[in-house]
């Protein structure tokens, strides 16, 4: 059975306000500033149930059958693609992130692009710089009254919409998916009819097979000569050599583009962009999400969701294992949390082994997805531990976690 260790490691200077969510649940935190390999890692988790990590530790599904204790991890980020997913479902091992906390940071950086574009701002800035004075109003506009084009209208791009309106713009959008407007923004039947209306175009998709090359020469082509283009969504999702002949040849007149196909993985290495040296193009790093009010919420978000799993079990939200959402345990009440494999019979052996000992079940819920099954049984008084060492010994057991009063 795990071991009952109120315990977790928080590894890559995960953001301190995890803290006081961790703690004020009665958990024991402790800290290591740094990524750790696999055989250092798995010494310092020997006895410890959770694992907060960032982007540079990776976890194999090897490296997981080495740390028999650990119960859930928490990817302090947005991404969880450094976490064997399916390697930790199969061990009971839950994973949680914290997808959509930087979606205000992004809608505020594209805001900041469309009026800096609109503007010229960052040719103008470049130009003084080399100490060139070009204070004419050639090709600066307001944007009030000007129409904002949303492709995507999910988290990011509906924050768009509603940031836009404050300030005058007229909202237009294309999804896949029926999604109600906000304000009075306005749903566009197809992409082609928004990017022959649009002032601005502005990409909120997820990258897909039907996203990647999105926009290509051809939509391109169908945007008003005026136009700017912004993509802070995803790199595939343009193809930046036939948005650099549109800009140089005027089929569109500007862009700001944040991400890119072929990112390089550290701050220390160079980076060569396609569109390097165009006037009113705005290049950044992929600096959309990253805001330290982000960071603030991704940590408060990941440590809410690890609390729960330890105080209550739930699940919900995690990225890997059946979401099951629990309510607070009873007092006097045992509260048994078991990860089996999804076969038939397994529930009818559980509720054997408990009729067996005597024991009032008062409540219980389940969740399964693929070869995996979430069982939660509240109990009443329960004398010694023989039942839980018998479910605990069942074939299909993968885990067993006990809550007690
Ligand atoms: P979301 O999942 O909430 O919204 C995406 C929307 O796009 C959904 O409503 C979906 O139905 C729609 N969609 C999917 N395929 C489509 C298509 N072919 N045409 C039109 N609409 C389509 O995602 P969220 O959180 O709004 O993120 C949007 C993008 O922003 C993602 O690619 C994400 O990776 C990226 N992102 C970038 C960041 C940065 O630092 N630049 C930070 C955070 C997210």
Known sequence: MAAEAHDIL????????????????????????HALDDEGL???????????????????????????????IGCFCIGTNQVDLDAAADLGIAVFNSPFSNTRS??????????????????????LHEGQWDKSSTSAHEVRGRTLGIVGYGHIGSQVSVLAEAIGMRVIYHDVLPVLPLGNARACRDLGSLLKEADVVTLHVPETP?????????????M????????????????????????ESGTIAGAAIDVFPD????NNDSYSCELAGLDNVI???HIGGSTLEAQEQIAVEVATKLARFAATGTTTASVNVPEVELPTRPDEQVRILHFHRNVPGVLSKMHAIIAEHDINITAEY???????????????????????????DLDETIRIRVLRP
């Open 224 to 247: 008003k000569p005026g136009a700017v283009l912004i993509n802070n969504a995803r790199g595939e999702v343009v193809n930046l050599k036939a948005l650099r002949s549109a800009l």
């Open 366 to 392: 389940l969740r399964s997805s693929g070869n995996l099954s979430y069982m939660i049984m509240d109990c009443g008084r329960m004398k010694g531990t023989d039942a839980l060492k018998r479910i605990e």
């Open 283 to 285: 290049l950044s790093p």
């Open 42 to 72: 798995a010494r310092e988790l020997a006895n410890t149930r959770m694992l907060g990590i960032r982007s540079k530790t990776r976890i194999t599904g090897d490296f997981l059958r080495t740390v028999p204790h650990l119960e859930a």
């Open 210 to 222: 039907v996203t990647r090359g999105l926009v290509d020469s051809e939509q391109l082509e169908l």
């Open 106 to 127: 992004v809608a505020e950086l594209t805001l900041a692009e469309i009026i800096a574009l609109h503007r010229q701002l960052f040719d103008r800035s470049r130009k």
């Open 10 to 33: 928080l590894l890559e200077r995960v953001n301190d306000s995890a803290d006081a969510t961790l703690t004020g649940d009665g958990l024991h935190v402790r800290r290591i500033d």
């Open 263 to 266: 990112e390089p993985a550290t």
